[in-house]
């Protein structure tokens, strides 16, 4: 089975950098996804690690080492807009299933 | 955006009746799923299918059945409707032809069973 363990909460600074940490234990492990997600709507695709390593998109960063069971998203220049829940997902090898944290709420405060 | 709606959006229903769901995808994807998301747990998956008439069981399957007579529909129901199913379902697609198998999701439907 697959557990993933992330802060439930977090608060940040307008323009400032955040990083949201995610460690999972898995019988198999295929990839790491990020979503994002606004109070009341769906999750948004945000980036997938499937090696070691740090993948920019932007503002937002990903970070996976899969010997240490942790990834990372990085959040640069922070905007009020990107307050919102960032969930961590990972994927079993041979499965398409994804399995979810419960999500760590960040609230980008002036 | 990829394209999928759920219907309805919002549901009130007493506690025994039965509740239907649907989730439409004009995006021709292989996989589709159904997830439930309350405060504390996070997204469970509850079923998928990886083709037409082609389903199986996630993670919190009990009291659920789906149905996929067709690439574009997947129906989620609630045989009879109890207060623990209060949630809000999202459904949502992924192409299996694509590496990285990320998924898309719907809007959500928000349930509440009385």
């Known amino acids: 089975g697959q557990n993933i363990d992330q802060p439930t909460e977090m608060t940040a600074t307008e323009g400032a950098i955040v990083q949201i940490n995610c460690t999972y234990q898995?019988?198999?492990?295929?990839?790491l996804f990020w979503y994002q997600q606004h109070a009341g709507e769906a999750p948004t695709f945000l980036s997938y690690?499937?090696?070691?390593g740090l993948e920019e998109k932007g503002r937002f960063s990903s970070f996976l080492s899969r010997s240490k069971g942790y990834s990372y998203l990085l959040l640069k220049e922070l905007q009020m807009k990107d307050s919102a829940s960032y969930l961590c997902?990972?994927?079993?090898?041979?499965?398409?299933?994804?399995?979810f944290g419960t999500g760590t709420r960040l609230t980008v405060i002036p | 955006d990829a394209g999928i709606t759920q219907s309805p959006r919002h549901k009130v229903t007493e506690t025994g009746t039965p509740v239907t769901l649907r989730c439409h995808q004009t995006?021709?994807?292989?996989?589709m799923y159904w997830y439930r998301q309350d405060p504390g747990h996070g997204l469970r998956l509850i079923h998928y299918?990886?083709?037409?008439?082609?389903?199986d069981k996630g993670e919190v399957s009990d009291g659920y059945s789906v149905s996929r007579s067709k690439t574009e529909d997947f129906l989620l129901t609630l045989e009879s409707a109890t207060s623990s199913q209060t949630s809000v379902y999202f459904c949502?697609?992924?192409?299996?032809?694509?590496?990285?198998?990320?998924?898309?999701f719907g809007p959500g439907t928000r349930l509440t069973v009385t």
């Open positions: 997902a990972g994927r079993q090898t041979g499965a398409n299933n994804l399995f």
């Open positions: 898995t019988s198999g492990f295929n990839g």
């Open positions: 690690n499937v090696l070691d």
């Open positions: 995006e021709n994807h292989r996989y």
């Open positions: 949502a697609i992924s192409d299996g032809d694509r590496a990285s198998y990320e998924q898309y």
């Open positions: 299918s990886y083709g037409v008439k082609d389903t």
